[in-house]
């Protein structure tokens, strides 16, 4: 089946610096999704990105579809951005399949 | 509109007993999805449910998980009798649709805890 990596696997960055997470996936996808998981526990949506790119404020996406990868950028980091970041990949099946995750501390 | 609830919020029991977790989604929508997130892990599909039906259980542990969905809205998700391994949080998300396109809202989660 597919596979799907995440890098780095932990982050600690100082308030107010930027920083890059990388999703690389195995096999051709149709739909991807970022979510962001806070320190309670809580999954939200940040963005559906099955390619192209996006952007929500601090916060964008960039999915290169054809490499079999895709990066979310968080710029000015704030403490509130602590948490882990989960790419998610589905495929033709719409069989949905999380990576591994990114664990961000960002330290005032 | 509100959110997907989850209950119990946590939970601990001994090995070999049973357990049993309850979903209300959002109103409307179609799609049910119970994920299975262990400590340091991202969250592994159990169950998916399109209206009552479902559509995926590949990864369901049939031997000691059970999961409905009654008349298309509520959901429970059974586990008898649990191991150590079962120790995790119970992740229940509805989507007005199938797909990740529909987008995805999740509960709170249940935590459990094997003993």
């Known amino acids: 089946g597919i596979q799907v990596e995440q890098s780095p696997p932990d982050l600690i960055l100082q308030e107010g610096a930027n920083s890059t997470l990388r999703c690389n996936f195995s096999?051709?996808?149709?739909?991807l999704q970022w979510f962001h998981q806070n320190p309670w526990g809580q999954l939200i949506n940040l963005f559906y990105?099955?390619?192209g790119t996006k952007q929500n404020g601090r916060l964008s996406a960039t999915t290169v579809a054809t490499e079999r990868y895709s990066l979310l950028y968080i710029s000015s980091s704030q403490t509130t951005d602590s948490g882990v970041y989960f790419c998610?990949?589905?495929?033709?099946?719409?069989?949905?399949?999380f990576g591994p995750g990114t664990s961000l501390s960002v330290i005032p | 509109e509100a959110g997907v609830a989850q209950s119990p919020r946590y939970k601990i029991i001994e090995k070999r007993q049973s357990v049993a977790f309850w979903c209300n989604p959002i109103?409307?929508?179609?799609?049910l999805y119970w994920y299975q997130q262990i400590l340091g892990q991202g969250p592994k599909l159990l169950i998916q449910f399109q209206n009552n039906g479902v559509v995926d259980d590949s990864q369901l542990p049939k031997d000691r998980f059970s999961a409905e969905r009654l008349k298309g809205v509520d959901s429970t998700l059974k586990i008898q009798p649990a191991k150590l391994e079962d120790s995790a949080v119970y992740l229940c998300a509805s989507s007005p649709n199938r797909g990740l396109d529909y987008g995805y809202t999740f509960g709170s989660g249940t935590r459990l805890t094997v003993v």
């Open positions: 096999d051709s996808v149709n739909n």
């Open positions: 990105i099955p390619s």
């Open positions: 109103s409307g929508h179609a799609t």
């Open positions: 998610a990949v589905a495929t033709s099946y719409d069989k949905v399949i």
